[in-house]
């Protein structure tokens, strides 16, 4: 989630690279709409939504972070 700025726009490109290594099949949404930030609590951006929970929010987890949750979330 996040409005477009360097920041949402990493965190956007790095969740697509670690789909795209790791092979996994998901839904990627980029949710730019500032409504939906407040159903998720999300006051900062960026912010990561997996599977309706908010995992991060004002920050960029590290590559190998994301990965482990991204990995999860398709089991």
Do not use: R
Not at 6 to 29: H, I, R
Not at 30 to 39: G, L, Q, R, Y
Request: some cysteine.
């Amino acid at each position: 989630m996040g409005t477009g700025c360097p920041n949402c726009s990493k965190l956007e490109q790095l969740c697509y690279d670690v789909a795209a290594e790791n092979n996994l099949d998901m839904n990627l949404e980029k949710v730019t709409d500032i409504s939906k930030f407040a159903d998720y609590s999300i006051m900062f951006t960026p912010g990561l939504v997996i599977n309706g929970k908010v995992m991060s929010s004002g920050k960029i987890p590290t590559k190998s972070t994301l990965t482990h949750w991204m990995i999860d979330a398709t089991k």
